[in-house]
């Protein structure tokens, strides 16, 4: 029973650039959520994915945008790079809507590692 | 403004030493408590899940408070091994009451450096 993967583990990119992160869910989930992780800090919540579409946003411009597969793994766009940009990205997945997921414990991937220079 | 807060924010004990960690909340209204260990560059791991009727439950060597009046939880570690050297996170779900989903709310954690 695989877990939640996640690719590239890491990525170095410039200031201006796009990137795409991806994540596969953990086997029988259907719900996706990534966060974003600065260096000593608690993860911050970027959006949720369910049924395709962006259920939950948190505080974050809309240069990150995301997508959902119908095989359930989504990808994470960020576009116009900026430095503070740099964290580790995580991808959480659970079973469930946005309204009845509050007790499914997250399941989280092992990270992608950004660095923008 | 929905908040959780973790002290102390970093802790060195030795091995075969417990110790508390604290996590302080003001989420409302509150859906569960979770406490997630962190291995260093690895995504969070799910220690314990508490809802607002339980006071404690342990996994293992962890063992998790849960005070839904103070709005207060704790996780003691007993008897510590090299192993539990990570960050742990609280994390709080609270509901928004402008769409009722629920939302997590994630503490910065504690580093936790357990030294032989």
């Known amino acids: 029973d695989a877990g939640v993967t996640q690719s590239p583990t890491h990525l170095i990119k410039t200031r201006g650039q796009q990137v795409t992160l991806r994540c596969s869910p953990k086997s029988g989930h259907d719900t996706v959520s990534w966060y974003q992780q600065a260096l000593g800090q608690g993860p911050q919540f970027i959006f949720q994915?369910?049924?395709?579409?962006?259920?939950q946003r948190g505080n974050f411009p809309d240069r990150f945008s995301g997508h959902q597969f119908p095989n359930y793994s989504s990808e994470l766009n960020v576009n116009a790079l900026l430095l503070g940009d740099s964290a580790l990205y995580l991808c959480?997945?659970?079973?469930?809507?946005?309204?009845?997921?509050?007790?499914?414990?997250?399941?989280f991937g092992p990270g992608t590692r950004l660095l923008v220079l | 403004k929905n908040q959780v807060e973790q002290s102390p924010q970093s802790l060195i004990i030795l091995e075969g030493k417990n110790c508390t960690l604290q996590?302080?909340?003001?989420?409302?209204?509150?859906?569960?408590l979770r406490w997630y260990k962190q291995d260093t560059g690895r995504g969070p791991v799910s220690l314990t899940i508490m809802t607002f009727s339980e006071n404690t439950k342990s996994n293992g060597r962890y063992t998790a408070t849960l005070d839904a009046d103070t709005k207060q939880s704790s996780l003691h570690i007993t008897a510590s091994q090299l192993s539990d050297s990570a960050s742990y996170i609280c994390v709080v779900t609270g509901r928004d009451w402008m769409d009722s989903s629920y939302k997590l709310i994630f503490g910065s954690g504690t580093r936790l450096l357990v030294r032989p």
């Open positions: 994915y369910y049924e395709e579409e962006e259920r």
């Open positions: 959480a997945s659970s079973l469930g809507t946005a309204t009845t997921s509050a007790q499914e414990t997250q399941y």
């Open positions: 996590c302080n909340y003001t989420v409302s209204p509150f859906s569960n």
